[in-house]
């Protein structure tokens, strides 16, 4: 059974830091490209980050370039979302993704993010 869940999220205030995690099980995690992604109230769900199988390459959302990090742990099945200079408009759920074609794609539940003083 596939599994991708998502934790570490919360409230924190704005220029503040959380460090998302997505445990993966069920899949062969390495040959799988892992995004996070985000939606907020009323909104579209948004591409955030990318990170290729290898990890070689990382994709940003030009919104979040330059605070937030993606990163993998092969051995662990578990990808990560960094989160640095955090706004009030980065106040979303944030879902993790695995790829490995357009038919073959898996999501977690999402967790909370809140940004607010």
């Known amino acids: 059974q596939v599994q991708l869940v998502e934790s570490g999220g919360g409230l924190v205030q704005p220029g503040g830091s959380l460090r998302l995690s997505c445990a993966a099980s069920g899949f062969t995690f390495s040959a799988y490209a892992m995004s996070w992604y985000r939606q907020a109230p009323g909104e579209k769900r948004e591409l955030v980050a990318l990170?290729?199988?290898?990890?070689?390459?990382?994709t940003y959302a030009d919104s979040v370039k330059g605070r937030f990090t993606i990163s993998r742990d092969n051995a662990k099945n578990t990808v990560y979302l960094q989160m640095n200079s955090l706004k009030p408009e980065d106040t979303a759920v944030y879902y993790c993704?695995?790829?490995?074609?357009?038919?073959?794609?898996?999501w977690g539940q999402g967790t909370q993010v809140t940004v607010s003083s």
């Open positions: 993704n695995a790829a490995a074609s357009s038919s073959k794609t898996y």
């Open positions: 990170i290729t199988r290898t990890g070689g390459s990382t």
